[in-house]
Structure formats: structure tokens, C-alpha cells
């Protein structure tokens, strides 16, 4: 990130800035402890608070943390649980972590926003180690995984639009998501997600995964753009298929179109490589990514290939926080710290120990658990049809584990890339006990 600066009064000594204190008005400001019980709500009154002033979009658990350390969470009663979610594969770190702690207060310290009317140091060195990782082209930075592919879905029917006035087709796979904003939900293959909002964005067009004919018959002369995610997350952590992605990339060679992937949850370290495409071996013109970027803090990203980046102009895109110094300096130190701890490695062996792990239980209980498939740290365990996700969460939680739902009967977990043994051994045995407490 530039100049290190132990304080905060070195750096701004170094811009030639003077002591903020001294332009502060002149009274303490109060302190507040979160830790201080006198400071905390109970979990009843957080929840009478949400319910009267949130819009109740989601069905929340009756938990509220207070804090975490790590690879665990502590909620407001003082319980502990393991956090093999990391807040749905965001907080790729774990939490608290003391270099993005750092990062963050570093830069707090010094400039928030100031949007992107002007340079950014942080925004620069950024896009630049993401661009140096593999992927040879520019960045555009936003807020979130939703922003990142409205993004592309604009890029891409932009692109089209300089082939022809009739190239705007976008291709998808069924099941996929890609967010909830009215772009994303167009391209999200899954009724229950597109139900009640009425006609969607026209000349999308849903091909089922892993259905190779299929694919190569969608996409025609009249295709700007596919996208779809390497391994579907929420779906039900399904890694599609090699041949399925070189098609695809084949496909829109032949026809002149842009190949997306939706890197977003498996991408940032999550798959054991960076991107999830180096797994595969196949290189797309688009990349999306978001959650583990920011380690916790909000950022999205979409990359696009050198050769395809002039196809937005000045003036065709933009955000107002999207890209802002605090969420680009912390992004930047999630990256650093991926390499100075050699991440990447511990993902790849941690994820041969917990699959191992996950697949005895499923040797155990071959009457409950059908298959353990994902890719890297995002590992789903595929249980029976009649044996439903929600509760097993719940029941979950109540002995200290947190995981989330892949689709009716699936459990996705998402640990943090940097867990450790100690932990995964612990939520082995809580899945046991889970397991074993299914009645059929």
C-alpha cells in the first residue's frame, strides 16, 4: 500500500498534514466499549428493534454476534460457535484478522471517499495486484457481487452493440445466481428468485448445467454475452463440469461473444487458486468477484480482458462508493496477506482434510448423506431428498456450528480460507453429532 506508517502521525506527517485534534471541537468524545455488557442489547430487544424498524426480507436464525476471533464467532449471551460460513464465503480471513485491522485503521486515519471525480492511489494498486494475479486486461470497482454483474451484464450488451443492433442475446444456466437487483435477477435461472417482479429483461436465454448441446445451440449470431459460476453456490455447490466451460469458451470464439464467469463466492483464494477459471484451465474475457475480496469490508469487482476494455467509454458506467479508498486498501491487504501467509497452499491441503473428513461421515451414514462435492473450501454435503437443509442449520447452530443451505437438501460450507485444523476437527464432530440425530 505504498509508504507503511506505524501511526497514524506519521503518515500524516509525511503528506504535510496537522494534528486533526487540534481542529476537533474542544470536548471528549464519549467512548463506547462493545464488549461493556452496560452497552450490550439482548438478543430479545435486538430482535423487537429489527422487526419494528428493518424491512423483514429475510428469515433470520435467533442469533445476534457480538463478536469474533478468527475462525469462531461469540454471540450476545457469550456462547461460541465455529464459523464454517464466513458470513456466506466473505469473510475469507476469519474475523478480526490484525493486518486488515490495521489496513483499515490505517486508512481511516487518513481519506474515506472522495469518489471517482479523482485518482486513487488505493484503487490503482488494486486493480493492479488483481490484474497481476492472471488475468491481463482493467477493473472496474463497486460495492457488491450484484453490482459486479450488472456490470458485466451492461458490458455485454454493450459489446453486442458494437457487432450489431441485434447481438443483445445473453446466455445463463439454470439454477445460477447472480443477485437480486432487477440485471442480476434477469440472468438468475430460478423461478422462486424471479417470482412476484413481473416480465424480466428480455433476450435471456437459460440452458441447464452441464448440458453441452444445449449450450452450443444457444449461443448464435446473435449472442453478446454467457455467464454463468464455475461452481454454483447457492444452488447447491455443483462445480460444473470441465467440458461444459471449454465449450462454452469454444462457442464464443466461433460466434464472436463474451464468456463471463461468476466468480464471486468461489473466487478470491476459495477454489486453492485465486480464480476458480485457473482450476479449469480455461480463460474468460469476463470475471466477477466480490465477497472474499474485502476479507469483510463491502467491494466488488469486474475484470475485463485487455482486448474487450475499451468497449466502455468515459461516461458509460459508474458508482459513487464503489471503489472508495477504505474498501480498496483493505481489499489490497486481503491479497498481501494471502501471499505473505501462503493461503493458497493451506486451501489446497485443507480442503483434501476436510473432504476426506466429510466423506467418512458419508461412509458412515450411507443412509443419510448421498454425495460431498464442491471445489477447494466451498463443500457441499448432499443429503437425502427427505431430509430438508433449514433445520439441519438450526440444529446446527444450536451446537455451536454455523453452515448455511445449497438448495433443499444440501449443507454448504465456507469456512475461512486460513482455518485451522484444530477447528475443522471440531465441526467434523459437530456434523456427527448432527448426522446421527437425523430421524429417518
Request: hydrophobic fraction near 40%.
Amino acid at each position: 500500500m505504498g509508504e507503511e506508517f506505524k501511526t497514524a502521525e506519521s503518515a500524516r506527517e509525511f503528506v504535510g498534514l496537522p494534528d486533526m485534534n487540534a481542529l476537533a471541537p474542544a470536548h471528549e468524545p464519549r467512548q463506547r466499549n462493545a464488549f461493556d455488557p452496560a452497552e450490550r442489547l439482548t438478543l430479545k430487544e435486538i430482535r423487537e428493534l429489527d422487526e419494528k424498524y428493518v424491512l423483514q426480507t429475510y428469515a433470520r436464525m435467533p442469533v445476534a454476534f457480538q463478536y469474533g476471533a478468527g475462525d469462531h464467532l461469540y454471540d450476545t449471551e457469550g456462547k461460541e460457535y465455529i464459523d464454517f460460513l464466513s458470513g456466506i464465503a466473505v469473510t475469507a480471513l476469519g474475523h478480526a484478522h490484525s493486518d486488515l485491522i490495521a489496513a483499515l485503521n490505517q486508512q481511516a486515519e487518513m481519506l474515506w471517499h472522495t469518489s471517482n471525480l479523482f485518482f486513487n492511489q488505493q484503487q490503482a494498486q488494486l486493480a493492479r495486484a488483481l490484474v497481476e494475479i492472471n488475468f491481463p486486461g482493467k477493473v472496474f470497482f463497486c460495492n457488491s457481487g450484484t453490482e459486479a454483474n450488472e456490470a458485466a451484464l451492461k458490458f455485454m450488451r454493450a459489446y453486442g452493440q458494437t457487432k450489431s443492433p441485434a447481438r443483445q442475446k445473453v446466455v445463463a444456466v439454470k439454477d445460477g445466481f447472480h443477485g437480486r437487483t432487477f440485471g442480476a435477477l434477469s440472468i438468475t435461472g430460478q423461478d422462486k428468485i424471479q417470482k412476484g417482479f413481473g416480465e424480466i429483461l428480455g433476450h435471456i436465454e437459460f440452458v441447464a448445467a452441464d448440458d453441452i448441446a444445449g449450450l452450443s445451440a444457444a449461443i448464435d449470431s446473435n449472442t453478446c454475452g454467457v455467464i454463468f459460476e464455475p461452481v454454483q453456490g447457492e444452488s447447491g455447490v455443483i462445480p460444473l463440469s470441465s467440458d461444459f466451460l471449454k465449450i462454452a469458451r469454444a462457442r464464443c470464439n466461433e460466434e464472436g461473444a463474451l464468456l463471463c464467469f461468476d466468480e464471486i463466492q468461489i473466487g478470491m483464494g476459495r477454489s486453492g487458486h485465486y480464480f476458480a477459471y485457473q482450476h479449469y484451465g480455461v480463460l474468460p474475457d469476463i470475471v466477477t468477484m466480490a465477497k472474499g475480496l474485502g476479507g469483510g469490508f463491502p467491494i466488488g469487482a469486474m475484470l475485463v480482458a485487455e482486448k474487450h476494455a475499451a468497449v466502455f467509454e468515459k461516461g458509460m458506467h459508474g458508482t459513487t462508493f464503489g471503489g472508495n479508498h477504505l474498501a480498496t486498501a483493505v481489499a489490497y491487504e486481503v491479497i498481501r496477506t494471502i501471499e505473505a501467509e501462503k493461503i493458497l497452499d493451506h486451501v489446497k491441503a485443507s480442503a483434501r482434510y476436510l473432504t476426506s473428513a466429510l466423506n467418512k461421515l458419508k461412509e458412515k451414514y450411507p443412509d443419510k448423506i448421498t454425495e460431498v462435492r464442491g471445489l477447494g473450501l466451498l463443500i457441499g454435503i448432499v443429503f437425502v431428498d427427505s431430509i430438508e437443509a433449514r433445520p439441519l442449520i438450526e440444529k446446527a447452530l444450536q451446537l455451536g456450528l454455523i453452515v448455511g443451505r445449497g438448495g433443499n437438501s444440501v449443507l454448504r460450507l465456507a469456512p475461512p480460507l486460513n482455518v485451522r485444523k484444530t477447528t475443522m476437527d471440531a465441526a467434523v464432530e459437530k456434523l456427527d453429532q448432527l448426522v446421527a440425530g437425523i430421524q429417518l
